[in-house]
Nanobody, 115 residues
Framework: QVQLVESGGGLVQAGGSLRLSCAAS????????MGWYRQVPGKQRELVAV???????TLADSVKGRFSISRDNAKSTVYLQMNSLTPEDTAVYYC?????????WGQGTQVTVSS
């Protein structure tokens, strides 16, 4: 079992940047996939970015070139660097991982981008 706690959300103007952090309650060294999803009211949760234990990353087309994902295994933390934010990036961002066939989610952190 693992608990995930996100931080770093907030209000930012369009064109600005934020860095989200996801701290895990246990070592993530052996956890293959960790990622970020986002959700707006009335819509399905969508994948933003994932990173493997080997450092391979996958990003949604809508954020390529603006967002990046990284992990610090020593700190059991995954990061989402978000640059050139637009109002369309406004959402609740959730940290995600899958351990032994079980899915785990953080409580979410709100990101609001003003125009």
């Amino acid at each position: 079992q693992v608990q995930l706690v996100e931080s770093g959300g907030g209000l930012v103007q369009a064109g600005g940047s934020l860095r989200l952090s996801c701290a895990a309650s246990r070592s993530i060294f052996s956890i293959n996939v960790m990622g970020w999803y986002r959700q707006v009211p009335g819509k399905q949760r969508e994948l933003v970015a994932v990173i493997s234990s080997g450092g391979s990353t996958t990003l949604a087309d809508s954020v390529k070139g603006r967002f990046s994902i990284s992990r610090d295994n020593a700190k059991s933390t995954v990061y989402l660097q978000m640059n050139s934010l637009t109002p369309e990036d406004t959402a609740v961002y959730y940290c995600y991982t899958r351990v032994r066939f079980s899915d785990y989610w953080g409580q979410g952190t709100q990101v609001t981008v003003s125009s």
